[in-house]
């Protein structure tokens, strides 16, 4: 813990930090276990919903809106053919699940304890942490997708934005397995939109502000298993595609602010 005020320093001037080593190997190794657990009690059949980010089609997909308080799994974009079928082995066909794991999930509950992430999230300048939205990553090789630019705060909204990312490599994350990549500073800069979800469930893209993301600024966040990176909630990131024959697991958590509030147009409906 004596790398918090390292941790809280580099947050502020660049919009993430990195700790190597936050996680031990064992920890790795326990959660990584416990997706691949999650994974082979799941049936593909069961799931149409695909996950991108540059995507606005999933506006009805009823068993994204309501995975908040839940533990779903979602597939990968390439996973699945035109009518839908699953065309890859189970162990490689899932992208992510979510989102309720911090919570629902007693490995990830014990994990978030264990490793104190709402005192971390605190650190960071949190007053009333609290723990909204978890993930577990699979970013399968070879088929693992990308996600492309965002910042965090336009998918959980507060006024005035709070959201921190606690972003744990349970892999070693390298650029040909598809590492963070983010934008030193870019923090400092607006909102550029809202993923807003209207009354009737439709979501939408809001634009707020058209100024460009730095993108030639960008570096690769390629950390070995064990590290720890938080991102703050206005810092451009992105993560490519998984061409290599690695798999590169992660385990995320996002945390609001509970002196914010927090807006009825978020697409998590907080339990
Ligand atoms: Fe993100």
Not at 75 to 103: C, F, Q, W
Not at 135 to 143: D, R, S, V, W
Not at 211 to 221: G, Q
Not at 232 to 252: F, I
Request: overall charge negative; hydrophobic content about 40%; aromatic content about 8%.
């Amino acid at each position: 813990m004596s790398a918090l005020p390292d941790l809280a320093a580099c947050f502020e001037k660049d919009g993430f930090a990195v700790v190597e080593a936050w996680v031990s190997q064992a920890w790795c190794a326990r959660l990584k276990d416990h997706i691949t657990e999650l994974v082979v009690g799941f049936d593909p059949a069961t799931v149409q919903s695909v996950f991108t980010t540059h995507e606005q089609s999933r506006t009805t997909d009823r068993y994204f809106l309501e995975s908040g308080d839940d533990v779903r799994f979602f597939l990968e974009e390439e996973a699945i053919d035109a009518s839908g079928t699953v065309t890859v082995e189970r162990a490689r066909s899932v992208n992510k699940i979510g989102h309720g794991l911090h919570h629902r999930d007693p490995v990830f509950r014990r994990f978030g304890q264990e490793h104190d992430l709402v005192g971390i999230a605190r650190s960071l300048g949190l007053e009333r942490p609290h723990p909204l939205q978890s993930m577990a990553i699979l970013k399968p090789p070879g088929i693992g997708g990308e996600v492309g630019w965002h910042q965090d705060a336009t998918f959980l909204q507060t006024e005035p934005p709070s959201v921190v990312g606690l972003w744990f490599a349970l892999d070693d994350a390298t650029r040909d397995n598809g590492c963070l990549w983010a934008i030193p500073g870019g923090h400092r800069g607006p909102l550029r939109q809202r993923w807003d979800r209207h009354p009737d469930d439709r979501m939408e893209f809001v634009p707020l502000d058209d100024t460009p993301f730095a993108t030639d600024d960008a570096i690769p966040l390629e950390v070995p298993a064990g590290t720890l990176v938080a991102l703050h909630g206005l810092l451009p990131h992105r993560s490519d595609a998984n061409r290599s024959e690695q798999w590169r697991h992660a385990y995320s958590l996002h945390l609001v602010d509970d002196t914010c509030s927090y807006a009825d147009r978020n697409w998590l409906r907080r339990p």
